[in-house]
């Protein structure tokens, strides 16, 4: 028997979860929403976990919504550890949480996230000084630890350590926090490039060396074999290539997968993330899910994967939550493609769609390299599908349009790639289009209202 109803029940309180809840609430004023979490956490911004230890921001400053966010749009919260839903009864319309309680729903949201990938390394898990690097806790702990790690190398006359697993965004973001409170900073990549889902050979190389000057090293085509230590702690990696690392704490970061074991243990189908329909509902009925836990066909090469990112989270939020609702004005979720904007120290990257196209596509590849700035453009049939912006940001979200809007390049004025095209230099009706996305639908150019 249930111990509470509601109309919708949103599981998880991250970007996908409180951008369906803000949706739901705008479209249906009645009806009752509820978000529950593990975290006992209001909403905030994931990505700045890093940013929290740098010291560039403060926990309150990292809230997405303010304080009054949930009771102004009427929405209940159940966060923490007891409210973690482990089962989920499709067939009743009904969730199971940690503590006991079942609540029973109209319709439901599966927006859990992702969860870190932890490798088949012997002696990896059970460790008190391994951490993963995916929540405000997460980034807690390991801040803490290497404060102490530190304190102590010190008393002890030596230089502190951090090894980080994983060379990928969230790997290199774990290690430039992690530099400003440990002496030694050391990436493990067994890929042979830094960066290998969106960089190309020789854009890491670029970025290797930089990140090389701000005291971070990066052994690629490395990785550990086994953590060795005693009293539940690791003190020393063995890697791939026979050398052995001492280190005072360790990041796992090698990677993330969909959150989707609840859903998929209810019955739901996966592929690669949960399959869901163009309304984003999932093979569950009223079930629906947005967010990295979702399959996402990407739009440039029609492939299935998840795509881990903040705005696509949003994205499918608005969508499943206006479809849930049942608006009028809700539209389909096609896809989507990877874009990427992310910095370390005064390095900026900028990153969107195909970047490493196979020889055999028919594609055209342009690189602009000069010292630590380095730009690639792929194009194919006359149409950009992808970039690589290495300490070259301007007009990226240019960039960014000429792939989404699909605008032939011949119909552009100017060099694309030598320098970043402006507004003008679009064709007249793009130009407009991009200009007047708000505009009324019912004016001409000149701003007048059309005649019947």
């Known amino acids: 028997m249930a111990n509470r109803t509601t109309d919708y029940l ?23 929403i509820l978000v529950v979490s593990r975290e006992p956490y209001a909403v905030y911004g994931r990505p700045l976990i890093s940013y929290l230890i740098e010291g560039k921001t403060t926990e309150e400053d990292m809230g997405l919504k303010d304080e009054g966010f949930y009771g102004r749009n009427a929405i209940d919260t159940l966060l923490g550890p007891d409210f973690e839903v482990v089962a989920l009864r499709a067939a009743e319309h009904e969730a199971v949480l940690a503590n006991g309680d079942v609540v029973a729903y109209g319709k439901c949201l599966v927006a859990t996230g992702s969860v870190p990938f932890m490798p088949p390394i012997k002696g990896l898990e059970g460790k008190r000084n391994v951490f993963t690097f995916l929540s405000l806790d997460d980034a807690k702990g390991v801040w803490y630890a290497a404060l102490a790690a530190t304190e102590r190398a010190h008393a002890e006359e030596r230089k502190s350590r951090v090894v980080v697993i994983g060379g990928g965004l969230i790997g290199l973001k774990a290690a430039e926090a992690l530099s400003h409170h440990v002496d030694d900073v050391v990436v493990l990549e067994l890929a042979p490039r830094i960066l290998p889902a969106v960089l190309d050979d020789q854009g890491a190389a670029v ?38 690392l001492p280190c005072d704490l360790c990041v796992a970061a090698v990677g993330v997968r969909p ?10 189908e996966q592929g690669r993330g949960l399959v869901c329909g163009t309304d984003l509902q999932t093979t569950l009925p009223d079930v629906y899910a947005a967010g990295d836990v979702t399959q996402v066909t990407d739009l440039l090469d029609g492939s299935q994967h998840p795509l881990a990112l903040w705005p696509n989270a949003m994205r499918q939020g608005k969508v499943a939550g206006l479809h ?129």
Not at 10 to 32: K, P, W
Not at 259 to 268: K, P
């Open 207 to 244: 970025l290797l060396d930089l990140l090389a000057r701000h005291g971070i090293t990066c052994l690629t085509s490395t990785s550990a074999d086994e953590l060795r230590g005693a009293n539940g702690e690791v003190d020393v990696l063995a890697l791939t290539n026979g050398e052995e």
């Open 259 to 268: 959150n989707s074991q609840l859903a998929v243990d209810a019955g739901a």
């Open 10 to 32: 949103i599981i998880g309180n991250s970007a996908a979860g409180v951008t369906a809840a803000e949706y739901l609430r705008a479209r249906d004023e009645s009806g009752s």
């Open 324 to 452: 849930m609702a049942g608006a009028d004005d809700a539209e389909p979720y096609l896809g989507s493609f990877a874009v990427n904007a992310v910095d370390f120290f005064d390095i900026s990257l900028l990153t969107a769609g195909v970047i490493n196209p196979p020889e055999d596509g028919g594609y055209d590849v342009r690189t602009v390299a000069e010292g630590s700035v380095y730009a690639k453009f792929v194009t194919k049939d006359d149409r950009l599908v992808g970039y690589i912006l290495l300490n070259r940001p301007a007009n990226a979200g240019i960039y960014t349009a000429l792939i989404e809007q699909r605008i032939p390049l011949s119909s552009l004025s100017g060099d694309l790639f030598a320098d970043a095209p402006l507004n003008l230099d679009f064709p007249a009706d793009v130009r407009w289009a991009r200009l007047h996305k708000c505009y009324p639908a019912d004016r001409d150019a000149r701003g007048w209202k059309e005649q019947a």
